[in-house]
């Protein structure tokens, strides 16, 4: 939310455009504390608190043992935080975007391009991961939508063993209501 005196609009625009996130703030660190470049993105609070105010990480003094942080889970919807979200889980010390996009020196043009080269994730596996997850909280339909958006944006190698792996889970719903071709129904259901 942003608040301005009217007639100060543009002013006000213009703070909020160079306002730091908590990440922007992270690079800052990094580039300024040669201490900070040792820590994850998700170590960081457990170092340092972030002034809200001042939008900069400062130091802690003390109880850095005690402290709970969240990094928030992404959708696979959104492809480029998600593969930043998985970067900023593995790669420390980054000063910029391009930092966590750069992979042996190597400047990748995009997250998911940097997250295959540094190895952090075999495709399959993550979405295998991702499923397995999902079929422990999931109802049926939400996991076929989600099985769709793995297909689509994921990309995994292998569609066929997955809906195999999977389908109990998928259709689990229809065979309830006793639906004749269950696999078909849920294979032609559109989201």
Not at 19 to 34: G, I, M, V
Not at 56 to 81: C, E, F
Not at 103 to 131: C, P, Q, R, S
């Given at each position: ?17 160079t ?10 660190l ?30 802690r ?56 080269a ?24 939400q ?49």
């Amino acid at each position: 939310m942003v608040y301005f005196r009217a007639g100060n609009e543009e002013q006000a625009a213009q703070r909020e455009l160079t306002r730091d996130t908590t990440l922007t703030a992270w690079f800052k660190l990094n580039q300024s504390d040669e201490n900070a470049v040792h820590f994850l993105y998700t170590d960081i609070p457990s170092h340092y608190v972030y002034e809200k105010k001042e939008t900069k990480w400062k130091p802690r003094q003390k109880g850095g043992d005690k402290i709970i942080s969240r990094l928030y889970t992404v959708s696979i919807i959104d492809n480029k935080r998600f593969y930043l979200r998985l970067l900023l889980l593995h790669v420390a010390g980054a000063k910029c975007f391009e930092d966590l996009r750069t992979v042996n020196g190597v400047l990748y043009e995009t997250f998911k391009d940097a997250v295959i080269a540094k190895n952090l994730v075999e495709v399959d596996d993550l979405w295998a991961k991702t499923l397995e997850e999902a079929t422990e909280s999931k109802m049926p339909e939400q996991l076929r939508e989600l099985f769709a958006y793995v297909c689509i944006y994921g990309t995994p190698t292998d569609v066929l063993t997955f809906w195999n792996k999977y389908k109990d889970h998928m259709i689990e719903d229809f065979v309830h209501n006793n639906v004749v071709n269950p696999e078909n129904m849920a294979l032609n259901k559109k989201f």
